[in-house]
């Protein structure tokens, strides 16, 4: 009868169950030899805190305030329940809608990210030089979004030094090309140096310096470094061109990973960076961009259609691997999004990840073959 009562225990209301399976002590018999009988023989009750063990409010009742004979219990414990929580039944809650396959709000993730591609487009088909705006506002908001994670994370990363100089990256590449890229990158990476070691006095110790400032070079070149070979790629002839094929090929890539992935992945590729990542998925990716690599370099820059492929190729490795990165970063950090700007992505970062690198070995490709 114990096993069959412990095995049932859960069904039982606490504090209901108690009395009638323990009953009172009789007069002039210690209260520890009733308990120690019941022990003996086997109780379920002796197997949870005593009434006098719990907090208050924990929902432990005393002998005297337990329901009296012919009283349903688990009546009056339902009614109690519905007392403390102010609802006029102790109904549960309607359960929340199952999260997509992906992890993220479909709806909303489709709407912003049409909203964006066709925004680009336009200034990229219209207004080409517009488009240096929106690349230093964006990576100015990524470098503040990453920033502001590590140093919740007590890295302290000197954000100032990196906003200006972010900025700085990005503005003088369009006059300066290469030259101006690679100074900016170098003075504010010293800056940064400079800024670490004296940020708290010239009396006090730095703490961390090596980490925080290994870090901070590391950020300045994830972001504003790996975004300027896009404005590189923007002055060259037909820039526009080139900038909007690279990002179609991105999302070739991101489009075909996700439908191959959640059609028939089955086998994690990284599990311990990013688990819902599958060689499936990467083999979506592949078929995706490199047929989009074929289309845009043939159609839209009137090139062989062979570096279309090997672009299409390339892009896949590096857009893959920008992700990874950022869901290393995000796994050490604690986090699942850098931010939250973009609903049903997360942050500017978080749309990023995959395009930075791809700038840059687009940029690389097409100024090699072309």
């Known amino acids: 009868m114990a096993e069959e009562t412990a095995a049932t225990g859960d069904v039982t209301p606490p504090g209901a169950g108690t009395a009638g399976s323990m009953p009172a002590p009789a007069p002039g018999v210690p209260e520890s030899e009733s308990s120690s009988g019941g022990a003996q023989a086997g109780s379920p009750a002796d197997s949870s805190p005593s009434a006098a063990s719990q907090p208050i409010g924990s929902g ?192 070739c890539s991101d489009v075909g990973g996700y439908i191959a992935g959640v059609l028939f992945g089955k086998h994690p590729m990284v599990p311990h960076i990013s688990p819902k990542k599958s060689w499936e998925g990467f083999g979506g990716s592949l078929v995706f961009c490199v047929i989009g690599g074929l289309l845009t370099v043939t159609l839209l820059l009137q090139a062989n259609s062979m570096i279309g492929v090997l672009l299409g190729a390339a892009l896949v490795l590096v857009a893959t691997s920008g992700d990874l990165i950022e869901s290393q970063v995000k796994r050490e950090l604690g986090i699942k999004d850098m931010g939250t700007l973009l609903p049903g992505h997360g942050g500017i970062m978080d749309r990023l990840d995959s395009m930075l690198p791809s700038a840059f070995v687009a940029w690389l490709v097409l100024t090699a073959l072309l």
Do not use: C
């Open 60 to 251: 432990a009742e005393s002998v005297d305030s337990q329901p009296a004979v012919g009283v349903d219990s688990s009546a009056i414990v339902g009614a109690q329940v519905a007392a403390e929580s102010g609802s006029p039944s102790a109904t549960p809650e309607t359960p929340a809608p199952p999260a997509s396959k992906a992890g993220r709000n479909l709806p909303a993730a489709l709407g912003v990210g049409f909203g964006l591609g066709l925004s680009l487009i336009a200034i990229l088909l219209f207004a080409p030089k517009v488009l240096i705006g929106v690349i230093a506002a964006a990576v100015a908001v990524a470098t503040w979004e990453v920033a502001k994670r590590l140093r919740e994370a007590d890295v302290l990363v000197p954000r100032i030094p990196l906003l200006l100089g972010g900025q700085a990256i990005i503005w003088l590449a369009w006059p300066f090309g290469p030259q101006g890229v690679l100074g900016a990158f170098g003075a504010t990476a010293l800056t940064v140096m400079v800024w670490r070691l004296f940020d708290h006095g010239l009396r006090a110790t730095p703490r961390n310096y090596l980490r925080d400032t290994a870090i901070s070079a590391f950020t300045l070149s994830w972001i504003p470094l790996l975004a300027a070979f896009a404005v590189l790629m923007l002055t060259q002839d037909d820039g526009n061109l080139r900038v909007l094929t690279f990002m179609i090929l991105v999302v």
